[in-house]
């Protein structure tokens, strides 16, 4: 497909996300830091439980890059348990935290001045940070236009006939890039909305018979014999 036809349907998903779903207003969370932390606690994790061990941070009183850095691995794990894998977690948060503080002084602003991708390459090299993360990042605690792509992402485009099955993460994040123009409220909202989508109607099996894409999905006309 030439770049038209997918600019066209990119935006025609998303309108019709949008109609249906409602905003969903992401990223949930109070401030920058606390966005970076979800951001890493979310892996293979239900939102539910990262909120829970969110919240056992916040009582805690330790929801600071500061606070993460000082305080025994042992006892941030012991807060991050309802999250999973809290072992590893803890360790990728005090890397996270050591990152900001090394390197920005613990300021989003100084965040904010680095050139995207340069910072991109920098978050990719924090042990914990892949693509996903790293883009999450960006786009929900530090304000740049970057696409994240997901797994929900993937299996919605590939099922609408866009992507192939086994499109890479950056070819699908060029896909939605190139074609959207690099807003950085759109992007949060499509992101979320895509999320919202593969859980509720696009779901390992997809309930065809009630999405907004039916007609517009090789899938979905399959499977409705339309
Ligand atoms: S029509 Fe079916 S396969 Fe296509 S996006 Fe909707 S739920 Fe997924």
Same mark, same amino acid.
């Given at each position: 497909m030439?770049?038209?036809?997918?600019?066209?349907?990119?935006?025609?998903?998303?309108?019709?996300l949008l109609e249906f779903h409602g905003p969903q207003h992401w990223w949930?969370?109070?401030g920058w830091f606390e966005i970076m932390v979800g951001a890493v606690l979310t892996q293979a994790a239900s939102w *539910?439980?990262?909120e829970m061990a969110l919240g056992n941070l916040k009582a805690a009183g330790?929801?600071?890059?500061?606070? =993460?850095?000082?305080?025994?691995?042992d006892e941030l794990a012991a807060l991050l348990y309802p999250s999973g894998y809290y072992n590893s977690k803890a360790k990728k948060l005090k890397s996270l935290a050591q990152f900001i503080g090394d390197r920005f002084s613990d300021s989003v602003e100084r965040l904010k001045e680095k050139d995207v991708l340069m910072l991109r390459e920098e978050l990719l090299g924090i042990h914990g940070v892949g693509r996903e993360t790293a883009d999450a990042i960006l786009l929900y605690a530090v304000g740049k236009a970057r696409f994240v792509v997901?797994?929900?992402? *993937?299996? =919605?485009? !590939?099922? @609408?006939?866009? @992507?192939? *099955?086994?499109?890479?993460?950056?070819? =699908?994040?060029?896909?939605?890039?190139?074609?959207?123009?690099?807003e950085i409220e759109k992007y949060s909202e499509y992101h979320a909305l895509l999320v919202r989508h593969g859980n !509720?109607?696009?779901?390992?099996?997809?309930?065809c018979d009630r999405c907004c894409l039916a007609d517009l999905c090789e899938t979905g006309r399959r499977a409705l014999g339309t």
């Open positions: 030439d770049a038209k036809p997918h600019r066209d349907l990119l935006e025609e998903l998303y309108e019709r949930p969370g109070d *539910k439980n990262v330790v929801l600071s890059p500061e606070s =993460i850095r000082r305080m025994d691995g997901d797994n929900y992402t *993937k299996r =919605i485009l !590939s099922r @609408i006939g866009a @992507i192939e *099955k086994d499109a890479s993460y950056s070819s =699908i994040q060029r896909l939605f890039e190139e074609n959207l123009a690099p !509720s109607v696009c779901t390992t099996k997809p309930t």
